[in-house]
């Protein structure tokens, strides 16, 4: 409504001795900065902005991460800026972003796992993909940089806010536990 702007986020840590949850938390904080960014930038330069937020997020964590002697850690991300009623989505990871209209929940994301890099290149289907090992392993992340080539998140088409829909962003805790139907009714019954 009006000239709001919104920023949405789900991080999602993993790694061992709790550098999963250190990682989320750099991300998260860090998110406000962006939202600044954001808010000041140009819609063609919101590619930029992003990715130069998830370098500067990607470099606290590994330095963090280094700092502590763990070579385990790091965080998804799932994240939307809703400018004018248009939204921006981006991720890393297997954090999901659906969007709810007309009772349909649509995958807006995309996980960035092995076993979709394996759908892909037509090995699994897509129903063997998700009930894969490989499923939870994941190929992009907040947390590491390997060979230093940096990161860069998966964008996805802008689209406008149905006034009747919602946005879901959740981690992979949520789509494990309910299926897509029962994730749309608890939707569908929601305020």
């Known amino acids: 409504t009006g000239n709001s ?18 990682a989320s938390d750099i991300a998260a904080r860090m998110s406000g900065d962006l939202m600044r960014s954001l808010d000041c930038a140009e819609v063609k330069n919101y590619p930029d902005t992003v990715n ?10 590994c330095k ?22 248009v939204v921006y989505p981006f991720s890393l990871g297997d954090s999901r972003i659906y969007l709810l209209v007309n009772g349909e929940l649509i995958q807006i994301s995309e996980d960035h796992t ?4 394996k759908y892909k290149a037509n090995i699994y289907t897509l129903e063997e993909a998700e ?3 490989d499923s939870h392993k994941l190929t992009l992340f907040l947390g590491v940089d390997v ?5 860069t998140a998966q964008w996805y088409q802008p689209f406008n ?17 309910c ?9 569908l019954n929601s305020r």
């Open 5 to 22: 702007q919104l920023l949405l986020a789900v991080y999602d840590g993993m790694g061992g001795e709790q550098m999963g949850e250190v």
């Open 52 to 61: 130069k937020y998830i370098k500067e997020a990607n470099d606290r964590i």
């Open 64 to 85: 963090t991460l280094n700092n502590s002697g763990s070579q385990r850690g790091g965080t998804t991300a799932a994240i939307t800026y809703i400018r004018d009623g």
């Open 114 to 117: 092995l076993a979709m890099k």
């Open 131 to 133: 009930q894969s090992m």
């Open 147 to 151: 060979d230093d080539k940096g990161l």
């Open 161 to 177: 806010m149905p006034k009747s829909g919602k946005l879901l962003l959740c981690s992979d805790g949520l789509y494990d536990m």
């Open 179 to 187: 299926s897509k139907e029962e994730i749309t009714n608890i939707l």
